[in-house]
């Protein structure tokens, strides 16, 4: 992978240069002078459009409220594009924004990349033992923080307890239940048991990690993918969809998937707390009870699912660093991820805000804390964000068959060796 420029430099270059579109003020460093804060943070912003996206805006405009002098320029990027997009902005050394909501794999790599402003000692990372340290472990590379942790998350089955209830079935323990409960619903409401989404990769671990297996292991620079761990995730994935234990897609995913189970033409799927308040506009869910949630089905090596979440980094060449400073702390204290605990059922990432009324009373919470302590954490590599491009190719084309699964491992698994130069 080709590296960038180191980040001091990049800080350097891009603070002579003034290029970076950060505010609307030009020359403003966030403070005038006196000691407050003022000028334009712009925030990208990659959570679901048309639920999530509303409470965060209104969240972050919020801000505004204790720095009048400031403006919060709000952004939804849509959460596919935003990756690129922001490499492209902060490689030009324009139109980047100040702050960035980052997926965890993204940010070690936007930080090799010297695209982030390291954070320590600044007012961006305040309290930084009060974060959960599964959460915190993301933002650090080469011993530096280089975001702060937003929301975290995992992966469990959403179930609809109606159909379940007319079926006379319980939740799945194991992928053998997963079949034998998906065939009961199938027999006796005529609905399909569960919608496996085909397009995205990041759907494929919880089997992955069910069975053993891993993408690589950094510890010692190795391709576990294709190793038999893999070949038998990626046999059992297609087998739920050759039994009719599942059905599957190869575009379209996320709508396919959230239209299906809120209309009530499957039974379960698997997803994650940021989708709870898009499910519960469904038809389905207008009564929320409706909504149940349990761990993914274990494989032959236990139950497994991927630790996920976003931070929120803070872009090197930002002409408001103070100002966007402040606003990642704003948006990462205790209170605020309350509040987005209370809206959008989102898991905090500070301890301290676990013993908040509205956090102890959300039951999506109760569910997925449990999980999230135990999931399984993703390699924190520069290069770890480019892992789901080669196994989301592959892992289609097992599902569709126009692969085998071994040939699909195989294929990711080269993929690999050729992305992580002296890997095993």
């Not at 496996?196 to 671990?205: K, S, V």
């Not at 606003?327 to 013993?355: H, I, N």
Request: with cysteine; net charge neutral.
């Amino acid at each position: 992978m080709r590296r960038g420029i180191t980040a001091t430099a990049l800080v350097a270059a891009l603070a002579l240069a003034a290029t970076a579109c950060g505010s609307d003020d030009e020359g403003s460093t966030g403070n005038n002078g006196s000691g407050e804060l003022s000028g334009t943070v712009t925030w990208w912003d990659t959570s679901t459009a048309g639920s999530e996206d509303k409470v965060f805006k209104k969240i972050a405009e919020d801000f505004t409220k204790q720095h009048p002098k400031v403006k919060i320029k709000y952004v939804n990027v849509p959460f596919g594009d935003a990756q690129n997009k922001f490499k492209n902005a902060a490689q030009s050394g324009s139109d980047a924004p100040d702050v960035i909501r980052s997926e965890v794999a993204w940010t070690p790599e936007f930080a090799d990349l010297g695209y982030l402003a390291p954070l320590d000692g600044t007012a961006a990372l305040k309290n930084p033992d009060d974060f959960l340290k599964q959460a915190a472990a993301s933002t650090k590379y080469n011993d530096k923080t280089y975001a702060v942790p937003q929301v975290i998350d995992s992966m469990g089955i959403f179930y609809n307890k109606k159909i379940f209830k007319e079926a006379g079935v319980e939740v799945p323990k194991s992928i053998d239940e997963l079949k034998t409960v998906s065939k009961k619903i199938k027999d006796k409401t005529g609905k399909t048991g569960m919608y496996l989404r085909g397009d995205d990769a990041y759907w494929f671990l919880s089997f992955l990690y069910g069975e053993g297996g891993d993408m690589v292991e950094a510890g010692n620079k190795t391709v576990t993918i294709d190793n038999p761990a893999g070949v038998k995730a990626m046999k059992v994935v297609k087998d739920l969809v050759d039994s009719g234990a599942a059905q599957t897609d190869a575009t379209d995913g996320w709508e396919n998937m959230q239209a299906s189970f809120k209309d009530g033409k499957v039974a379960m799927i698997i997803n994650g707390p940021w989708a709870v308040a898009d499910t519960y506009t469904g038809k389905e869910f207008k009564d929320k009870a409706n909504l149940g949630v349990a761990p993914v089905p274990a494989g032959s090596a236990g139950q497994g699912a991927p630790q996920g979440g976003h931070n929120l980094a803070v872009y090197a060449g930002s002409k408001n660093l103070d100002a966007s400073y402040a606003f990642v702390d704003y948006m990462t204290s205790a209170d605020t991820q309350a509040k987005v605990t209370k809206e959008l059922s989102l898991l905090p990432t500070r301890t301290s805000a676990y013993a908040k009324e509205d956090v102890v009373d959300n039951e999506i919470v109760g569910f997925f804390k449990p999980v999230v302590e135990t999931a399984v954490e993703r390699p924190w590599i520069p290069e770890t964000g480019s892992l789901f491009a080669p196994l989301v190719t592959e892992y289609t084309k097992a599902l569709t068959g126009q692969v085998t699964p071994e040939k699909a491992v195989k294929t990711t698994g080269d993929s690999y060796r050729k992305l992580l130069k002296g890997w095993k």
